[in-house]
């Protein structure tokens, strides 16, 4: 079997999937995303499939992640990683319909019947987060995940810290004892002035918090985490198992959340999740993207020993129509009970993309990017 042809496309919401075509007529599908870097991305997959993959069989998956990793004097980071990521995804699709079996299968089979999962709240006010939260826990979920604040300068007032405050008390009376909830830092919040506020989050007995220092800063995550009974999870936006090495390596840290379209795809996902394991470490997946990310996500999740709960980023509870619904033939594979995700047991990644919808749909112009935030004096803050 010989990798063909392959075609890009960008769509609504803010996605880029890629197909691989083979001359057997198999096609992979993959998900090569940064969120607000779709262009860029794409020209990084396209010079890879090009320069190197046309041609090539697709089933030898490692060797080719290896040459695409190693093959390039500069190497890592999210664009190339991404581009990597969505490849090699689609390289794990072909292989498993090949085989006429799921991802998971390849890797070594299943470790849980069902993937506990997670959804972030949004809203700006205290009261549309809360209801948000009750719609999440009628529906069935036992997790969730909110941000913690806005923009929040080096040092605050107070008032400040008891906002943040507020936002989860509120949570946590609406929801219950029996809801875990996850309280996303984004990076946000100085080293400073997180101490203050993870101490006075301590009463909610969260699940963890995210990202409480900046990835660029992980160096002070082992001193917040021993100031607190907390649990420290990072990873969104570390690339490789390389660059999470110095976090195990540092301590600190209970939680780790790689994602499959950024850290390298499935096959990085997995030797990521290894090194967690012998460091005591559980893994939370981040994937607030489309429906091939999740699949492939899923495929991992569904045979890691140490995961702890999966993201993701659309509707998959009985809701009105999501983004993801667009481009499959049956959404239903995603099958959604009492907080739980099903394994995907259809051969590859386990959907059937509507290729005619994609296409449709990748006509439209996008050019989705992240607001640029400022403080009160003018100057850049943290998204």
Known sequence: MQITDYELFEVPPRWLFLKIETDAGVVGWGEPI??????????????????YLVGKDPH????HWQA??????????PVLMSAIAGIDQALWDIKGKSFDVPVYE??????????????????????????????????????????ASNQMRHLEPPEAVGDVVERVRHVRDVVGDGMDIVVDFRGRISKSLAKRVIAALEEFDLLFVEEPVLPENLEYLPTLAERTNVAMATGERLYSRWDFKPLFARGGVDVIQPDV??????????????????HDVAVA???????????????VSAYIPNLLVQDHGFDIYPAPK??????LHDSSVFEFVDGYLSPLDGAGLGLEIDESAVRKRSRQELDWSNPIWRHEDGSIAEW
């Open 322 to 327: 999501s983004a993801a619904d667009h481009y």
């Open 60 to 63: 030898n998956i490692e060797d």
């Open 261 to 278: 379209s950024h850290a390298g795809g499935i096959s990085e996902l997995v030797r990521i999740a290894a090194m967690a394991e012998t």
């Open 106 to 147: 390849l890797l070594g089979g299943q470790t849980r019947d069902r993937i506990r999962v997670y959804q972030w709240i949004g809203g700006d006010r205290v009261t549309e987060i809360g209801a948000e939260a009750k719609q999440l826990a009628d529906a069935g979920y036992t997790a969730l995940k909110m941000d």
């Open 285 to 299: 997946p981040n994937c607030p993207l489309g429906p091939i990310a999740l699949a492939a996500s899923l495929q």
């Open 68 to 77: 695409m990793y190693r093959g390039c004097f500069y190497r890592g980071g």
């Open 34 to 51: 940064v969120e607000g870097r779709a262009r860029t991305v794409r020209t990084a997959v396209e010079e890879v499939m090009n320069s």
